[in-house]
């Protein structure tokens, strides 16, 4: 098994690319954006399709696609970051439905782009599909579906237990819940790609170059400074933390998944899955995997969820604690895998605000724009977001500027030693509630409520 490796993603495309060329010097353009992950390279491409003779940087740490663009679960779906209720309480249900729609539409428009710039990233439109294994979890099912269902918008399919067996032969399900809004990708093959076709319309992506300091009209790396005529953008998600005056912005979560071998078609034919749907759980401390195109099992959860003081990985090494629990999970799961040998195990981080919902936005007064917070759904709210601060950036007046998460704000993230006692106190919280509700609860333990409303999951 090969651990340590930035993601099996990387590894399948013939290891971390060589790296481009660093900032030669100090450097002045019209945009400047931090980050070449998937919301840095969004932004660049909008903007060069809206205004084709914008000067446009992206000044890297790493190389593009270091962070969770090359090692999420490849999962493009339409999840609203924090929930819909979040927009309900303060906007009211049309703009809910508003973001709703257009997270809808943001999976097909990745889908088009890729076509149209002859991206392969694997992708496969076979839905979302959320099971549950216990009394408690088939009653947070029906709740969640009665919810769903009351959007038109959503198209959600509520299955039973011998409905969702047909498509995922898991022997504990009660149910699921299905919907067409979500493709399987292969994040590597998809902002690869997207590095590309941002350079091939004259973004200039410089690589090996640290930002330290983002402000109105300029950005400070280690190899020089970048003057921006027109705006600078911020897109570090799960690495903002290491910008000056934003340690507490954003917590970095740590995501950690494993990858086995290809699994033979005996065993395929007993776990079926053919859909290729994306597929998770109700548990409280839950589960994402896909069925990848070469026929393995990606399977990943949160591990060691925060290092202390705000700390980020930098090779995507993972605990062995972590990897057997995982691979323990897969085991219990498709028991038609257990002796499929486990090929890779690798970790990455996320951005998470202490309200748990994603933002984009853009001060008209320094020109700094900004988009993340993703908590794990930026396959999909990167997009978004990159058209969205296109039309800020322009000063364009358009639907997306005018959607909830436009410009929202979120107290900090509290001091040491207090942010790592709470994110590991809480994520203990959800294991016991799981343990409880697995050993015969029939509703949704005490403890997983409580740790929603002090961790600011539920609004």
Excluded at 270 to 291: L, N, P
Excluded at 427 to 443: M, Q
Aim: charged share 20%; glycine share 10%.
């Amino acid at each position: 098994m090969i651990n340590g490796e930035v993601s099996f993603w990387w590894s399948q495309v013939g290891g971390v690319p060589t790296p481009r060329p660093a900032l030669p010097g100090n450097l002045a353009v019209d945009v400047c954006i931090v980050g070449a992950g998937y919301t840095g390279l969004w932004v660049a491409y909008y903007l060069k399709q809206a205004q084709p003779d914008l000067e446009v940087a992206i000044v890297e740490k790493d190389f593009a696609g270091y962070g969770a663009s090359g090692r999420n679960g490849g999962w493009l779906t339409n999840s609203v970051t924090g929930g819909r209720e979040q927009y309900i309480e303060k906007y009211g249900r049309d703009a809910a439905g508003q973001m709703q729609t257009a997270l809808n539409s943001t999976v097909a428009e990745v889908i088009r782009v890729a076509a149209l710039e002859g991206i392969d990233a694997d992708i496969v439109a076979g839905g979302e599909y959320i099971f549950a294994q216990n009394a408690a979890q088939q009653a947070r099912l029906h709740q969640w579906a009665a919810d769903e269902q009351s959007w038109s918008m959503t198209d959600a399919v509520l299955l039973s237990s011998a409905e969702a067996r047909e498509r995922l032969n898991i022997e504990s399900t009660t149910g699921a819940l299905w919907h067409p809004h979500a493709a399987r990708i292969h994040p590597a093959k998809l902002v690869a790609g997207l590095a590309r076709a941002v350079e091939a319309r004259g973004v200039q992506v410089y690589e090996q170059t640290a930002a330290s300091v983002i402000e109105s009209g300029r950005v400070v790396t280690d190899r020089g400074v970048v003057t921006a005529r027109t705006a600078v953008i911020r897109a570090t998600e799960g690495f903002t933390a290491n910008l000056a005056g934003l340690h507490r912005a954003w917590l970095p979560m740590n995501s950690s998944m494993i990858a086995t071998e290809p699994l033979p078609e005996s065993s395929w034919r007993e776990i079926g899955w053919a859909g290729r749907e994306v597929v998770g759980d109700m548990a409280h401390s839950y589960f994402y995997a896909q069925r990848t195109a070469d026929g393995r099992i990606a399977i990943g959860g949160r591990g060691v969820p925060y290092r202390f003081g705000s700390r980020t990985d930098n090779d995507g090494s993972t605990a062995q604690s972590t990897v057997d629990a995982l691979t323990a999970l897969l085991g219990k799961l498709f028991p038609a895998a257990s002796d499929v040998p486990i090929a890779h195990a690798w970790s990455g981080v996320l951005g998470v605000p202490r309200d748990w919902s994603a933002t984009v936005g853009f001060d008209a007064s320094t020109r700094v724009g900004w988009a993340g917070g993703y908590v794990g759904t930026g396959v999909t709210a990167t997009n978004l977001a990159g058209r969205t601060l296109t039309d800020l950036v322009l000063g364009r007046d358009t639907d997306e500027t005018h959607l909830p998460w436009v410009n929202h704000r979120v107290r900090n993230w509290e001091i040491e030693p207090l942010r790592w006692l709470a994110v590991h106190g809480l994520y203990s919280a959800y294991r016991v509630a799981d343990a409880a509700e697995r050993g015969g609860r029939t509703t949704t333990s005490p403890i997983a409520r409580i740790a929603d409303v002090i961790s600011g999951r539920k609004h």
